[in-house]
């Protein structure tokens, strides 16, 4: 059987091996769902001058928002990839959710899931919200995610073998990205960073 090789923190068999769970980790997600914002008004008769937003309050709404949404998009299209692999050369449909290093990372990660080759199977959760340390910017939000693997697996096509060391894992840990809107006005998933060190 083919050793693999992970990025974060899987089978201590070899160094291939612990790379592709690390990538594992580090790619996989269910999509992240996007925050609700609604407002409730009362019916007193006659009510205090309303207060307007201010132009803060604004600006951290619409970005926040829109920000969780790029990065469940990111997470659904990297599962979809991390599930087949083989399937099709998956750089372009990434190349529309993220760029940079972000872009860069799971397109290695799926390709060294391609070389083995294997795929993942079952489910991975998400609590992602925006990073309360960094104060979301028109054009940029900082999201900050527990993600749960401890529903999935990493098995070899071949013959269906797990390649996951869940013993030595870290089934559940702190995640972090960058979205950022483009000159397009697009959002992407610029930088991801897992913290193994932090779980949650």
Same mark, same amino acid.
């Given at each position: ?5 992970y990025?974060h #923190? $899987?089978?201590?068999e070899?160094? $291939? $091996?612990?790379r592709?769970a $690390? *990538?594992r ?9 996007? @925050? ?8 007193? =008769?006659a ?5 307007m ?10 970005? @926040? ?5 790029? %990065?469940g !998009?990111?997470?659904?299209? @990297? ?7 083989? *399937?099709q050369?998956? !750089?372009a449909e +990434? ?5 940079g290093q972000?872009l860069? #990372? ?6 060294? %899931?391609a070389? /083995? =080759?294997?795929?993942? !199977?079952?489910a991975?959760?998400?609590d992602?919200?925006?990073? &309360?340390?960094?104060? =979301?910017? =028109? ?5 900050? #995610?527990?993600i749960?693997i401890s529903? @999935?697996? +990493? /098995? ?5 073998? /797990? +390649?996951? #060391?869940?013993?030595s894992?870290t &089934?559940?840990y702190? %995640?972090?990205a !960058? ?7 697009t959002?992407? /998933?610029?930088?991801t960073? &897992?913290?193994?060190?932090? &779980?949650?």
């Open positions: 059987m083919a050793m693999i090789s990025v #923190d $899987r089978p201590a070899s160094t $291939r $091996r612990r592709l $690390r *990538a980790q580090h790619a996989l997600a269910a999509v992240a769902g996007a @925050s609700l914002l609604s407002a409730c008004s009362g019916t007193a =008769p009510p205090p001058e309303p207060q937003p201010t132009v803060t309050s604004t600006h951290e709404i619409a970005p @926040s928002a829109a920000g969780i949404a790029a %990065y !998009e990111f997470w659904r299209v @990297s599962e979809l990839a991390f599930a087949a692999p083989t *399937a050369d998956w !750089e +990434l190349s529309m959710v993220a760029r972000a860069t #990372d799971v397109v290695i990660e799926v390709r060294n %899931y070389s /083995v =080759p294997a795929h993942v !199977e079952g991975i959760t998400h992602a919200r925006p990073d &309360p340390a960094l104060a =979301p910017q =028109p054009d940029r939000v900082a999201v900050l #995610d527990c749960d529903g @999935s697996t +990493l /098995v070899a096509d071949a013959d269906g073998a /797990v +390649l996951d #060391d869940q013993a894992q &089934p559940r702190q %995640y972090r !960058e979205v950022v809107r483009d000159a397009s006005g959002w992407l /998933v610029e930088t960073a &897992p913290s193994l060190d932090q &779980p949650c």
